[in-house]
C-alpha cells in the first residue's frame, strides 16, 4: 500500500519558519512529480509548490513565492516543503501530492493524510 507521511507542522509565530517533509513508500519515488497543497478552513484545496521528478522544475503560488522552497531527496524517497518568513494567512492543513502521467489523460495520485500548520502570535 503506497503511503505518503507528512511531518513538521505545528504551531509557530508570524515570521517565523517551518520545514515540512513527505515520506513515500512502495511507488517509485523518481517517478513521481511531487506537490504541496493546502487546505484552510471552509476553504478550498490549493496548489502551494510543485517539483518535477527529477527535480529539474519548480513552481510556486504567488502567495509563497520568495518566502517558500520546494526541494526532493530522490535517495531518501522525500520532499520537503522549507516555509520561512510565515504569516497567518499561511495556516491550514498541508497536503503532500504525488502524481505520475501514464499518458496526456492518465494519470495516478496519491495523497498524505496531512499536517497542520498553525501562524499565531
Known amino acids: 500500500q503506497v503511503q505518503l507521511v507528512e511531518s513538521g507542522g505545528g504551531l509557530v509565530q508570524p515570521g517565523g519558519s517551518l520545514r515540512l517533509s513527505c515520506a513515500a513508500s512502495?511507488?517509485?519515488?523518481?517517478?513521481?512529480?511531487m506537490s504541496w497543497y493546502r487546505q484552510a478552513s471552509e476553504k478550498e484545496r490549493e496548489l502551494v509548490a510543485a517539483?518535477?521528478?527529477?527535480?529539474?522544475?519548480?513552481n510556486y503560488a504567488d502567495s509563497v513565492k520568495g518566502r517558500f522552497t520546494i526541494s526532493r531527496d530522490n535517495a531518501k524517497n522525500t520532499v520537503y516543503l522549507q516555509m520561512n518568513s510565515l504569516k497567518p494567512e499561511d495556516t491550514a492543513v498541508y497536503y503532500c501530492?504525488?502524481?505520475?502521467?501514464?499518458?496526456?489523460?492518465?494519470?495516478?495520485?496519491?495523497w498524505g493524510q496531512g499536517t497542520q500548520v498553525t501562524v499565531s502570535s
Open positions: 501530492n504525488a502524481v505520475r502521467y501514464y499518458s496526456a489523460s492518465i494519470r495516478r495520485d496519491y
Open positions: 512502495r511507488i517509485t519515488f523518481s517517478s513521481y512529480d
Open positions: 517539483i518535477t521528478s527529477a527535480g529539474g522544475s519548480t
